[in-house]
């Protein structure tokens, strides 16, 4: 079993910064991709930015130029910084992460969910 453990959510001004994390610690032989995703009230769970195939980072349009994905891989720690955030940007962010278990099997595991509120 994983667990993601996430932090650094909370309520920003419009033109502000934040700085997520997601710890990901438990049974986890390799990480295979990070990333995260957000929900805002009454509608559906989005792709903020993320790994695909290990390295590459994958952004969402909307975030593209202010939000810059990383990854620590000797911690198993994926980061999200966000700059320049707007009012739009207001939602719970989820930490999203696939593992490779020892059989080869892929397995995907959601953090809890961190609010990020920004005021206009």
């Known amino acids: 079993q994983v667990q993601l453990v996430e932090s650094g959510g909370g309520l920003v001004q419009a033109g502000g910064s934040l700085r997520l994390s997601c710890a990901a610690a438990?049974?986890?032989?390799?990480?295979?991709?990070m990333g995260w995703y957000r929900q805002a009230p009454g509608k559906e769970r989005e792709l903020v930015a993320r790994?695909?195939?290990?390295?590459?980072?994958m952004y969402a349009d909307t975030v593209l130029g202010r939000f810059t994905f990383s990854r620590d891989n000797a911690k198993d720690t994926a980061y999200l910084q966000m700059s320049r955030l707007k009012p739009e940007d207001t939602a719970v962010y989820y930490c999203?992460?696939?593992?490779?278990?020892?059989?080869?099997?892929?397995?995907?595991?959601w953090g809890q969910g961190t609010q990020v509120t920004v005021s206009s």
């Open positions: 999203n992460v696939v593992v490779i278990g020892a059989t080869g099997n892929l397995d995907t595991y």
């Open positions: 438990g049974s986890i032989f390799r990480i295979h991709d």
């Open positions: 790994t695909i195939g290990g390295s590459s980072i």
